[in-house]
């Protein structure tokens, strides 16, 4: 009877210890500081995105340029995920997370730096110099001379700190910086998850950082919608001298909070990594064994047999890696299943990186309004679709042949959505000089003779100033020099421009002609055009989510169970090479080609564009989209029609091997091995 009783008490110390140790090895802890942390890249990657026409403005470029900044957080990340893909799981997994958030976070405040050695941002030539409203040029012919000296005089004055504008070299350092720190926190944490979590719960765990992560992006819209309508220069500048608002063409915002923000936060995401153990099932007395035996002294002869053993294992290693990726290489269903994704991906990169711009441009909505409508209604529909995909795919019992034909279905719908879209363009902004003739009746088809007009041709203005002012007849002029005004009265909210001429010309019936500053609203039409749009958006955002979780099944199935780490590996390589970097180039060349007016620097160079041809930009971007998913559309039929003829009369769940696996345990087995995965759905998520 003692004896039973002391082995329950033993059995029952044994469980108790082992409670303890499983509730204080540090995996929990681990999980905590991986979700963290999994919401801090997610934050500051979107965040990049939405600034991107801010920071255009803010640096006077084109959007080619903000296409290359944007592509280099994939320029970083393709510097180390190899190195970290294959030797991480050999070292400290934990203390290399740590420091990737670390390097993350000195990226994310390095972008914001530039804004503290440029000096105040000057929205106008005159901006800074005479912040007074006086310095609005109005049609004066005694001032011609005067004003033509000054503006001389400025242009040398201002073409002394033009080397400023250099500085978003900075900004393309910092992201890089990011996309280096960024690479070891996805691979390492979920091979992590996977090797220590108890049997069958890696993908519960590596599903609850994933929708934890999702975090990321909502403070990312709320941040951008809080900053972006305080002034950039906002406690170093007195903002009753701002004549701007954020409705306003030449606005930026308060950029660089947004980015130390998120630096700070991956910065104090990092201190948990450095504390946990390389293997959290080891208790601490057998690390300390452990860790004092490895710094013992060792024999020569040891030495040598260890040296030889590393050296043969990574002969052998380096000889699988080579074999494997050949058998990956020859998978012809893998590499058409990878260029789907492939253009696929860079449609939805693409598009997302300039939909703020194409919602400022087309629709006249502001940085704040994109910001508060794309994470409010926009995102929540990214998120059920992720979780619709998987269940649907459970809950139809989908064979291999049957997944191909529901992503046909999808990607179809898709397509017709972003075709859509041609019929929710905007007619052109009514700007005279511009789009139309100084009458108002007629459309303007070149622009090579300028804005001046027998109207205005008296007053000698600046044709390069860009200080827009709406008419009493619905039409945007450049200046209030260029609308021929020729007297102003200051209000507290406004200024208002009077007697001017070119309002003469048009033959609106008016007594004073009167004017005042910032550009002409959009019609009613035009605004309606903006809810169905937003509408479309949804529905484009839950194909693409559904498009996620299928390619992802899609993906695992068709190679070898051994191989469905390197599949995934080498597949989001080619997603960052060909997809993330040069996707928002390409994209940013083709809405450069749509400006009609260009800002002009302090060294009369083109500096960022002010305004595009609302038709030709709606057309550029929806053209190039939505040929990439007609392309990925005819791929997807080869696919259905390889895998018919390869699966005709198998078991349609089988892998390409002949294995067994069945529906659950792929999709399991996916979240186990896909130490890649969650990354590339971060970026599928992009609209």
């Known amino acids: 009877m003692d004896q039973l009783d002391s082995t329950n008490k033993t059995s029952e110390t044994e469980y108790s210890e082992k409670k303890n140790t499983k509730c204080c090895n540090g995996f929990k802890i681990f999980l905590a500081a991986l979700s963290f942390s999994f919401i801090c890249k997610t934050l500051s990657g979107i965040i990049m995105k939405t600034l991107l026409t801010q920071i255009e403005r803010r640096f006077s470029i084109s959007s080619s340029i903000s296409g290359l900044i944007d592509g280099g957080f994939e320029i970083g990340n393709l510097f180390v995920i190899v190195f970290v893909s294959y030797f991480g799981s050999k070292l400290h997994r934990p203390k290399l997370i740590g420091i990737g958030c670390v390097i993350m976070g000195v990226g994310s405040i390095t972008i914001a730096l530039p804004h503290f050695f440029m000096g105040y941002y000057r929205y106008s030539a005159e901006a800074h110099d005479n912040a007074s409203d006086n310095s609005l040029s109005t049609c004066l012919l005694e001032e011609t001379s005067t004003r033509m000296e000054t503006s001389s005089e400025r242009v040398g004055k201002g073409c002394e700190k033009e080397s400023e504008s250099h500085m978003w070299i900075y900004v393309l350092i910092g992201n890089i910086l990011r996309g280096i720190g960024e690479a070891p926190v996805t691979p390492l944490g979920i091979s992590y998850i996977d090797d220590f979590s108890d049997v069958g719960q890696s993908s519960l765990y590596i599903g609850t950082v994933n929708a934890v992560s999702v975090i990321g992006p909502f403070l990312a819209f709320a941040m951008g919608t809080l900053f972006s309508k305080m002034y950039v220069d906002i406690g170093f500048v007195d903002l009753s001298s701002i004549r701007i608002i954020p409705q306003d063409a030449r606005w930026v915002g308060a950029w660089w909070l947004n980015f130390l923000v998120s630096g700070f936060l991956c910065i104090i995401s990092s201190i948990p990594f450095f504390f946990l153990p390389k293997n959290p099932n080891e208790p601490r007395k057998q690390r300390g064994k452990v ?221 004073n002609y009167s004017a005042h500053l910032g550009e002409c609203p959009r019609d009613d039409d035009c605004g309606m055009y ?158």
């Open 291 to 511: 860790s004092t035996s490895s710094h013992g002294l060792k024999s020569d002869e040891q030495k040598n047999q260890t040296a030889n053993l590393t050296s043969h294992d990574q002969e052998i290693n380096m000889a699988g890696l080579l074999k494997s990726m050949k058998n990956l290489l020859t998978n012809h269903l893998y590499i058409l299943s990878m260029i789907f994704t492939l253009l696929n991906f860079s449609c939805y990169v693409g598009t997302f990186s300039y939909l703020f711009k194409y919602l400022e441009q087309q629709y006249g909505q502001t940085a704040p309004q994109a910001n508060f409508t794309l994470g409010i209604i926009v995102l929540p529909n990214t998120v059920v679709g992720m979780f619709l995909g998987g269940y649907l795919i459970k809950k139809l019992k989908l064979t291999l042949p049957g997944i191909t034909k529901f992503l046909l279905y999808i990607t179809c719908i898709s397509l017709m959505s972003y075709l859509l879209n041609f019929a929710l363009i905007c007619e052109n902004k009514s700007v005279a000089g511009l789009t139309l003739t100084y009458d108002g009746l007629n459309p303007l088809t070149s622009q090579a003779n300028g804005p001046v007009s027998y109207c205005n041709s008296h007053c000698h203005c600046d044709e390069n100033q860009w200080e827009p002012v709406c008419g009493d007849n619905g039409i945007t002029y450049l200046s209030p020099c260029l609308a021929g005004c020729k007297s102003k009265v200051n209000n507290e909210k406004s200024t208002v421009f009077y007697n001017c001429s070119c309002m003469e010309v048009s033959g609106f019936p008016s007594t």
């Open 530 to 687: 903006y809810y169905i749009y937003i509408i479309v958006q949804v529905l484009i955002a839950l194909m693409a989510a559904f498009a996620t979780t299928v390619v992802t099944v899609l993906r695992i199935r068709i190679v070898q169970p051994d191989l469905k780490s390197l599949s995934m590996g080498f597949h989001l390589l080619v997603l960052r090479t060909l997809g993330g970097m040069l996707a928002p180039i390409y994209f940013g060349a083709m809405v450069d080609r749509t400006c009609i007016k260009w800002s002009t620097t302090a060294c009369r160079t083109q500096g960022v564009c002010r305004m595009y041809e609302s038709r030709a930009l709606g057309n550029a971007i929806i053209s190039l989209s939505s040929s990439l998913k007609f392309a990925s559309i005819i791929l997807q039929v080869v696919i259905i029609y390889l895998v018919k003829k390869k699966y005709e009369g198998k078991d349609g769940n089988a892998f390409e091997n002949g294995g067994k696996d069945k529906n659950e345990v792929n999709l399991e087995s996916s979240n186990n091995n896909e130490h890649f995965a969650p990354s590339a759905i971060v970026k599928e998520t992009h609209i």
